[in-house]
């Protein structure tokens, strides 16, 4: 089992531009979920999806959207990418009452 | 709403020393708690979980942690230090809608030769 991939690993966007992150899992989980990582601010919820087809947003949505076509991947988009949005973002997806699983991690720095 | 506070940004102890990561929370709800760790430039990677029963939980890496209750407390703690634990490590909380996670700010473990 691979776990949790992500797609790509670095990425630098000018002000404006749009890009997707993908991530996939093959341990054939319900939840999936889209996370950034800031110094001094821990992990916070950017959407989540409970199963193929639904998502919801979570703590800081703004500014990015997501889908979740297939059951194992869960896509975030930027449609206009600006500096505040320069971060580490994480996957992870999970069973119900289990633990979450993590990806690697995308670095994304837009100037 | 649930929370997690974890005591101290950063903890520094030296090699063969107790490690001691302090984490409370809060919950409306009967909780499911877990701690995380993080190496530099990697994803978060699962150390223990309490869901029910001993409350006593074992974890990889001779990382243990208990949940008290009264104290809503969940500590981690490591009996030695080895160098290899340097890393941060995260709290978080499990909340009921979607199996979703509340993460404390996280902990820096420094370990000193």
């Known amino acids: 089992n691979a776990g ?33 990582q800031d ?26 959207n997501v889908s979740r076509l297939k059951k194992q991947n869960f896509l975030l988009g930027l449609e206009s990418a600006a500096p505040s949005q320069t971060s580490v973002y994480f996957c992870a997806s999970s069973y119900s009452g289990r633990g979450q699983y993590f990806g690697p991690g995308t670095r994304l720095t837009v100037t | 709403a649930q929370s997690v ?31 995380y760790v993080q190496y530099p430039n990697q994803g978060l990677q699962l150390l223990l979980k309490y869901t029910t029963g001993a409350t006593l ?36 909380v499990r909340t009921n809608a979607g199996n979703m996670l509340t993460f404390g700010g996280g902990t820096r473990l420094m370990v000193k030769p």
């Open chain 2, 57 to 92: 939980v074992k974890g990889i890496n001779g990382f243990e942690a208990e949940f008290k209750k009264s104290e809503t407390s969940f500590h981690l703690t490591k009996p030695s230090a080895h160098m290899s634990d340097a890393a941060e490590y995260f709290c978080a």
């Open chain 1, 39 to 64: 110094p001094g601010m821990g992990l916070r919820l950017i959407h989540y999806s409970v199963g193929e087809g639904t998502t919801a947003k979570g703590e800081v949505p703004d500014g990015y």
């Open chain 1, 4 to 36: 949790v991939t992500q797609t790509p690993k670095f990425r630098v966007l000018k002000t404006g531009q749009s890009m997707t992150l993908l991530c996939a899992q093959d341990m054939n989980h319900e939840y999936m979920y889209w996370y950034r």
């Open chain 2, 5 to 35: 506070t974890q005591l101290g940004s950063h903890v520094s102890v030296s090699e063969g020393a107790l490690v001691l990561l302090r984490c409370n929370y809060s919950s409306s709800v009967p909780p499911y708690l877990f701690w």
